[in-house]
């Protein structure tokens, strides 16, 4: 075999090891002339016939410098390299015309062309560029450097090969026997070769990332696997001494051949023992593919073998297979403590569920509709003519206005000319026939195509999405001929628009099928199992019908291991899992595992899934006696869940005899939930017992910052004596350990027992200690010391990084040592010397607070701390418990509109959640927590000070007025006199201040709200409107300054505005609500240019500033079809300018990227679930002022990635639009329209 493996790579006899090498041996290594003009020479006469080993000694010395880079660092087994511009001129001076990537292309020829290298060849290449490698990836001491090397960049250079032109061309001749051949050439004994190579196929580097996988294409396979089950013996004790990573990745190269995996049972069963979980767990779901005879068989000598710590993927998996759990029940027999006690609560979870279901009833799944066929005739063709006459136009008009061709400097950048001259030889060849067989292609009636030329730009996004009559079966049908041959994926992302994929997913199967697709099944698999599609449109209501009837693979999602970008299976099945009328019985141990398991990833959903079974609340029951807490809190808070009071009693008894403080806590929540009184559980002297054990345990290390000593004295609210401080202790140290923000259950009940003020005060303490922990900064001497030390170290530092790269440290090397100086004290000042996010379950004790606070709070917070995420999120949580209408309006506040979109979505999902809970919308909740500010129905604020009142109004300006008992206007209140109540003139001064911030806050965050109401088009009920807006004391002066509209959209509307307590016409007629109109804003483009006219001449007669602009707004004309607005594509200013006017119109700056980059301006409506981009050339964080131009208007559908969700805008509401383009005109008049921008523009 190695004889033959050998022949691969030699050439004729006489050749081989004589005579001149190989050019493309010459060529890759032609970058070591860098160093010296003969050292590339010596090291190909060493490679070739082997003369002068003592140049390994010279490229040894060259480590970690120019030479490792421009060989394109071949140790390194990631998939980047890069080169310095420095050490380009370097060898472009060295070999003329010569470069890197040249050199890198070269090697990769000389790796896949077999007639240019040998063996030995090989060998002593594999030296060379062990010897100027620094690092090696996967490096290994018991195993050859220069063969991890030589892997190493073979894969990565044979890869990238096998992706060009010609990797079809390309023989698999890197196979495992290969490597073989070439240890046992470089004296590695051939009875240790199999082993050394095993090694080398399966070791990953210690860091994660895409670099894990890199001998997939180039060496992993077929021969890969033949190799491993050759053999066995050798793999079974080699391979589990690699790296996790490649132990897993082993698993999954055997999983998909039965008869691999049956033949690697010994190995199988070794790793199903593995220390690590994600190995065990790929191991296992190996294992499932095998007859369930033969993996009981795997399986169950592991019953009694392995620690309790690594049981549970076994037994899960032994009791879903007939006959595992009389396996289980014989080695619970024969086993004692957690190993027992694991055996038996796995038997008894699977009788109890399937006592409760003896049968398995079948899954009756609705019908379905297919897409019908539709026939695209005349008018399409007609449509795609003008299109492509409209392109051919445009090239034409954009070619004479540069008759230059491009050259020189005349603001035509040379892509853009290419792409001119592509459209100017491509689109007259387009004929009308072309256009026929490509609309009876996508209909269906032929399966002839047009050319490729013509196929590709009439399927060009820009010229298919404004065709008219496409339907979802013409998309499917152009999209399966693109993919044809190019991928093994299929663009589904190109089909996400709008909801043009929120179908039944056997709609879409059927579909697939009869366009000719056999590899249905797995397509449908991919567009529902990975985010990087469609996630967010492909909803489980719509996947379960087709799942329902494809169990199997279900089955696989459920344990589906991968880990790669993208994939959330387990999630997604268990979705699917939680929407069928019932789950079947095989996913029942299963789903057990997750619900009543100690990882938090799944268990909400699997317990979703389980909880229309019969037995589920005596599966919860049982889990109450678990030996482990995690185990037992789970169980407690599932059966609060399932809110069955027949749990009572097994929850009782659990309370009974539990002595976890946490479980306890967790127990007394789940009693109360379910309407019992657990009032006699919370008397003082029980109180105090539990804290006085509790505080016996060591609290938790993170929060040894906390002064459990400097807590507030408190009352209790039952008969006003003192609360023992042991007990307000116990209760901070109790919710650091629950770890929940929100304060939901027994700590808000426990608050509910102090007098108001005294929990007020408890929360305002527990948070200020909780912000200043976690906002910590040096003082300014530490920050002064750390400056001076560093300095000039810094000075030198950039000095000779200058030398070597000056155009990447030209600016900070220009700085002096004072500068330096002052960035370093800058520097530190801003650093946090302390962080509190372990201990965010203090912030449960806020939930009695007042909410002004905790809102005011959060605000300074978020805007000092931006990048503090988990710990905004964790603040979010306690605004939501707080339920204060404060706490609540920045809640949703935070939900419609943030700089972090995690946060926005959390802040989304508790306000869901709230109204819910009160039986609301979110539009609701936020009509009906508005603060007051302290105002009256009367519209007046009245600050009594016992002998007098001073009365509050709001100003026109939306300011606070104050007027004294004589009616004169004041600016604050007096001190008090002798017959006035000093502690009512106290609480009306405090309510003054408080009125004025609060109103502020209203009239800004209720604007903004009213604004994006009228954007997407949101209504009220007249009752609710009437009675919440034109209702409410401050809102109501809001209400009066926009025109509304009854019944809009219908042929009832009818435009109206609130004057003095009425409501009137344009004409001054008065308006009645009818009990059963709704009312929304009213704007131009839904008025009609008449109506507008008459309510613009209206409120200027009665000179009633309006709140927001709503008469002044046109919709833009924008073709059928189209997803962007870009008139005004090529206005050039600077980046300041556009940055300046886009957030003075409310937008943030969009995501940054890669190295900080950013390219446009967004805000969030969402409401409407859209997010709106005035899109420009880009820019850099930290920003400096540079040129830049507006380019596009586009409209992003939420929990979409870039590119992917972009709306149609023939879909969104005309008001938000009309908004939107607005904004993008005014911020685009930053400047004027620049023939040249492309070039002017930085990036």
Sequence with gaps: MLEKVKGLFRRDEEQAGGGRPSARLVD?????????????????????????????????????????????????????????????????????????????????????????????????????????????????????????????????????????????????????????????????????????????????????????????????????????????????????????????????????????????????????????????????????????????????????????????????????????????????????????????????????????????????????EPLPETVLGDEFVQAARAAIDTALERARAEQAAHPGKGKGDDGWPRWRRQAVEQDLKELPGITDDDLRVFAAFLSGTSTRRPGGVAMRRLSAPGVFSRLPGITLLHRLRLQANEARGHSERFGWYRLNEGDMLDVDLRVLDEALRRIGRDDSEALIDELYFSTWWAMDTVTPENAWPHYAGRLDRLAAALDDRERTYGTTKPARALAVLAQLPHVPRRFLPRLTELALGEGRTYRATAQAALSTHPGVRGLAEQGLGNGRSEVRRTAAEWLARLGDADAVPALRAALAKERSEVVRAALLTSLESLGEDISVDLAPALLLAEATKGLRSKAPVSMAWFDLDSLPDARWAADGSPVDPAILRWWVVLAVKLKDPSGAGLLERYLSLLQEEDRARLGSHVLSAWVAQDTRNPSAQESEAHATAGAQQRYDQYQAWAKRSPEYYSVEASKTVEDHHRDLYREHQATYLGSAVKDKGMLALTVAMPGGELAATFQRYTKAHVGRRAQTEALVQALAANGQPAAIQELLAVSRRFRQATVQETAQRLAAELADRRGWTADQLADRTVQTAGFEDDGLLHLDLGSREYVGRITPAFTLELTSDAGKVVKALPAARAQDDPELVSAAKKQLTASRKELKAVVALQTQRLYEAMCVGRTWTAQEWQEYLLGHPVMSRLVERLVWVENPGTDEARPFRPDGGALVDADDEDVELGAGSTVGLAHAVLLGPDATAAWAAHLADYEVAPLFAQLDVATPDVPAGATKIDDHKGWFSDSFSIRGRATKRGYTRSQAEDAGWFSAYTKSFASAGIVVQIEFTGSFVPEENIAAAVTALTFERTGRGSGRGTARIADLPPVLVAEAYRDYVAVAGAGVFDPDWERKSQY
């Design 28 to 368: 890759a290594l032609k970058v070591l002339a860098v160093e010296s003009p003969g050292l590339a020479d010596r090291a190909v006469a060493y490679v070739h016939r082997g003369e002068g080993p003592e140049v390994l000694l010279e490229l040894e010395a060259l480590r970690g410098g120019d030479v490792e880079a421009l060989l394109g660092r071949p140790g390194q087994s990631g998939i980047y390299s890069w080169t310095t511009p420095a050490q380009d001129e370097r060898l472009k001076a060295a070999v003329p015309g010569w470069t890197s990537a040249k050199a890198v292309t070269a090697r990769s020829n000389l790796y896949t062309l077999s007639d240019s290298v040998t063996i030995p060849e090989l060998v002593r290449l594999g030296r060379v560029l062990s010897a100027v490698s620094s690092e090696v990836d996967r490096e290994r001491p018991a195993d050859p450097r220069w063969l991890t090397v030589l892997v190493n960049d073979m894969s990565r250079r044979a890869n990238d090969r096998r992706k060009g032109r010609n990797g079809k061309q390309t023989p698999d001749r890197w196979t495992p026997d290969l490597l073989v051949a070439l240890a046992v050439e470089g004296g590695v004994p051939e009875a240790d070769a199999p082993a050394v190579v095993l090694r080398e196929l399966f070791e990953r580097p210690t860091s994660s990332g895409w670099a894990s996988r890199h001998l997939g294409p180039a060496l992993l396979g077929g021969p890969a696997r033949d190799f491993v089950v050759a053999h066995v013996d050798v793999a079974t004790q080699a391979l589990p001494g690699v790296s996790a990573a490649g132990r897993t990745e082993l698993v999954e190269l055997l999983a998909p051949d039965p008869a691999a995996t049956d033949a690697l049972a010994p190995l199988l069963a070794r790793l199903a023992a593995d220390t690590s979980k994600g190995v065990r767990e790929a191991a296992v779901a190996a294992v499932a593919q095998l007859p369930g005879e033969r993996q009981r068989e795997i399986l169950t000598p592991l019953l009694t073998a392995l620690p309790p710590s690594r049981l549970g993927t076994v037994v899960t998996r032994l009791a879903q297979v007939d006959g595992g759990l009389a396996d289980l029940e014989r080695a619970a027999e024969q086993s004692t403590g957690a190993r027992a006690t694991l055996l038996r609560d796995t038997v008894e979870r699977a009788r109890v569920l399937d006592a409760a279901q003896e049968d398995e009833p079948t899954i009756d799944v609705p019908p379905y």
